[in-house]
């Protein structure tokens, strides 16, 4: 049983600061890129960062360039977003994902999805 369990989300003033967590458990972590997505209300699922398998490479999404840290730690099971200078179209509930493939920011090859949580970004 693969589970993906995301936290950290809240409420945040424009500006400030967020770091989100992503613990995995029922999978080989180390051989999965791990990836984080966010969905505002009424829109698509929008690719934000990845990390590659041992946390050397990262990938960003072009609407949080140098904006956003990708990180994981490999020994505890954990990915991070620590998220900086947060702006209201920010806003969305953010998911961890994981993917066999190298960095693709397509949702679909993304094989586990946790249940999100949700950040909101006040101005």
């Known amino acids: 049983q693969v589970q993906l369990q995301a936290y950290g989300g809240g409420l945040v003033q424009a500006g400030g600061s967020l770091r989100l967590a992503c613990e995995a458990s029922?999978?080989?972590?180390?051989?999965?890129?791990m990836g984080w997505f966010r969905q505002a209300a009424g829109k698509e699922r929008e690719f934000v960062a990845a990390v590659a398998w041992n946390g050397r490479h990262t990938y960003d999404g072009d609407s949080v360039e140098g904006r956003v840290t990708i990180s994981r730690d490999n020994a505890k099971n954990m990915v991070y977003l620590q998220m900086n200078n947060l702006e209201p179209e920010d806003t969305a509930v953010y998911y961890c994902a994981a993917s066999r493939s190298y960095f693709d920011p397509r949702p679909e090859v993304y094989n586990y999805w946790g249940q999100g949580t949700q950040v909101t970004v006040s101005s």
């Open positions: 029922g999978l080989d972590f180390a051989s999965y890129v």
